[in-house]
């Protein structure tokens, strides 16, 4: 069985966007969710980003609870100094 095509809304779509003077980000729903990236490492940020919204948009089930609690996890490891995450993750609420 070949599986549907899948069609986000381009506003949906993560994207590389210029923040100032040599700064770039990538910017998902209208909000910037990345800061200071390169250019080209922007555009593959965004690029990879939103293979994952495809791909997830194919699965017959995606558990929204679990997660975003997964995700919460993730980042809470990823900012921890003690952990096992090199670099470090540097995040804003």
Known sequence: MIPP?????TANLAKAVKLGTGEWGV???GSV???GSTQP?????????NRL????AKQN??????????WNEFL???V?????????WTTLP
Not at 53 to 56: A, E, G, K, M, V
């Open 61 to 70: 089930v995606l558990q929204v609870g679990i997660f975003l609690a997964k």
């Open 5 to 9: 095509r899948v069609y986000i809304p």
């Open 80 to 88: 921890d100094p003690t952990g096992l995450f090199n670099p470090v």
């Open 76 to 78: 809470a490891a990823a």
């Open 27 to 29: 910017a998902f729903n």
């Open 41 to 49: 490492s922007a555009h593959v940020t965004a690029k990879h980003f």
């Open 33 to 35: 969710v990345t800061v």
């Open 53 to 56: 919204l495809r791909r997830l």
